[in-house]
């Protein structure tokens, strides 16, 4: 055992289990194997690429990881936090974002997820970090509000229809596999990317210009500290989804791009747009980025999500997507440091789109 590891054990009587803090390089060959035991309806765990890039190639840091270890030195439990970085007022905000989560069969109801989920609260509070965020499901988020985190609001994505005729097909078509007993899950392959649209094929040190234009018009608010770097990592390197994004230039200039997903949905062949990188979010540069993703990919319907009043919001609006989705997604919080400015507790204060909101 590593003196790190010494230094972090932590006793967990009766169970006889201890909670350890590891690197996310460590033990990998174990932590993919619980993964896959607990999560093997998702294949991607398969993968060893996806942990790496998440808890290690991460631009904000590696991740800190604990683990619930059995006498017998057996993984009984996994808790990883991702690094994420936010600018505001205050200025950088380090911070944290839970993530994955597992809990072996054999180890189940001793209370490992709160445990482990407590005790990185207190790493994360040793290392002064004043922003903690999570996304958690409406099953899940009364557990993280009775272990003291904040529920600062829940984001509702928009919609727009390209089609109406289309999306009445689709929606038929779901419904009768659906009657059928047959798989209504959506399938990777629907509306595939191009390789001249692909994220990594077209990010350049020239969209820093934009970047920071951004980040100045949004300097009173609490945003994800973006850079090229970061857009490479987050979208570029993904091994989950081909992401694209869609420039608009002149004078050979980026002067707006937006970011979006194709999914093929279990309904409803779909064109997530994750973030808009403008200048200024007005309704006529927004049209025009809806108008390129729409004729790149010609899907039934788009989803995208800005805060209420905002002026993304409000453009969004304008330009068709009027209609609110079904999902409900929680915006929590904890700890936090009150003196942030502007106040955390305040949804409207949060610069975020589907690209924060979209699970990890």
């Given at each position: 055992?590593s003196?790190?590891?010494?230094?972090?054990t932590?006793?967990?009587?009766?169970?006889?289990?201890?909670?350890?803090?590891?690197?996310p390089?460590?033990r990998?060959?174990?932590?993919a194997?619980?993964?896959?035991?607990v999560?093997?309806?998702?294949?991607?765990?398969?993968?060893s690429?996806l942990?790496?890039?998440?808890?290690?190639?991460n631009?904000?840091g590696q991740s800190?990881?604990?683990?619930?270890?059995?006498?017998d030195?057996?993984?009984?439990?996994?808790?990883?936090?991702?690094?994420w970085?936010?600018?505001?007022a205050?200025?950088?905000?380090?911070?944290f974002?839970?993530v994955?989560t597992?809990?072996?069969?054999?180890?189940?109801?001793?209370?490992?997820?709160?445990?482990?989920?407590l005790e990185?609260?207190?790493k994360?509070?040793?290392e002064?970090?004043?922003?903690?965020?999570n996304?958690?499901?409406s099953m899940s988020?009364?557990?993280?509000?009775k272990?003291?985190?904040?529920?600062?609001?829940?984001?509702?994505?928009?919609?727009?229809?390209?089609?109406?005729?289309g999306?009445?097909?689709?929606?038929?078509?779901?419904?009768?596999?659906k009657?059928l007993?047959?798989?209504?899950?959506?399938?990777?392959?629907?509306?595939?990317?191009?390789?001249?649209?692909?994220?990594?094929?077209?990010?350049?040190d020239?969209l820093?210009?934009?970047?920071e234009e951004?980040?100045?018009q949004?300097?009173?608010?609490?945003?994800t500290?973006?850079?090229?770097?970061?857009?490479?990592?987050?979208?570029?390197?993904?091994p989950?989804?081909?992401?694209a994004?869609?420039?608009?230039?002149q004078?050979?200039?980026?002067?707006?791009?937006?970011?979006?997903?194709?999914?093929?949905?279990?309904a409803l062949?779909?064109v997530?747009?994750?973030?808009?990188?403008?200048?200024?979010?007005?309704?006529?540069s927004?049209r025009?980025?809806?108008?390129?993703?729409?004729d790149?990919?010609?899907?039934?319907?788009?989803?995208?999500y800005?805060?209420p009043?905002s002026?993304?919001?409000?453009?969004?609006?304008?330009?068709?997507?009027?209609?609110?989705?079904?999902s409900?997604?929680?915006w929590?919080?904890?700890?936090?440091?009150?003196?942030?400015s502007p106040r955390?507790f305040?949804?409207?204060?949060?610069?975020?789109?589907?690209?924060?909101l979209?699970?990890?």
């Amino acid at each position: 055992m590593s003196t790190s590891e010494k230094d972090s054990t932590v006793a967990a009587a009766p169970e006889e289990l201890t909670i350890k803090l590891i690197a996310p390089t460590e033990r990998q060959n174990e932590v993919a194997a619980l993964l896959r035991t607990v999560m093997s309806e998702e294949a991607h765990w398969n993968d060893s690429d996806l942990w790496q890039w998440k808890h290690v190639d991460n631009p904000f840091g590696q991740s800190l990881v604990l683990i619930s270890e059995s006498p017998d030195g057996r993984i009984a439990g996994l808790r990883a936090f991702m690094r994420w970085r936010f600018r505001s007022a205050s200025g950088l905000l380090e911070g944290f974002r839970p993530v994955d989560t597992a809990t072996h069969p054999d180890f189940r109801r001793r209370g490992i997820f709160t445990k482990l989920t407590l005790e990185a609260l207190e790493k994360t509070r040793a290392e002064d970090s004043p922003v903690i965020f999570n996304t958690p499901n409406s099953m899940s988020v009364s557990g993280y509000l009775k272990m003291g985190w904040t529920q600062v609001g829940v984001a509702v994505p928009v919609l727009k229809i390209r089609s109406y005729p289309g999306a009445a097909i689709g929606m038929a078509k779901h419904a009768l596999r659906k009657r059928l007993g047959m798989s209504v899950r959506s399938e990777a392959v629907g509306l595939p990317v191009p390789d001249s649209l692909l994220v990594q094929n077209v990010v350049t040190d020239d969209l820093t210009p934009l970047i920071e234009e951004q980040q100045r018009q949004e300097s009173d608010l609490i945003r994800t500290d973006r850079s090229v770097q970061y857009l490479m990592w987050r979208y570029g390197n993904n091994p989950l989804y081909d992401y694209a994004i869609l420039v608009e230039q002149q004078a050979g200039k980026p002067v707006a791009a937006c970011i979006v997903r194709p999914a093929a949905g279990a309904a409803l062949e779909t064109v997530i747009f994750e973030e808009f990188l403008l200048p200024e979010p007005d309704e006529a540069s927004i049209r025009r980025l809806v108008d390129m993703a729409f004729d790149a990919f010609k899907p039934d319907a788009g989803t995208a999500y800005a805060p209420p009043g905002s002026a993304t919001r409000k453009a969004l609006d304008t330009v068709g997507f009027g209609r609110e989705s079904r999902s409900r997604i929680n915006w929590v919080c904890n700890p936090l440091d009150t003196e942030i400015s502007p106040r955390p507790f305040e949804f409207s204060n949060w610069s975020i789109g589907m690209s924060e909101l979209e699970i990890l």
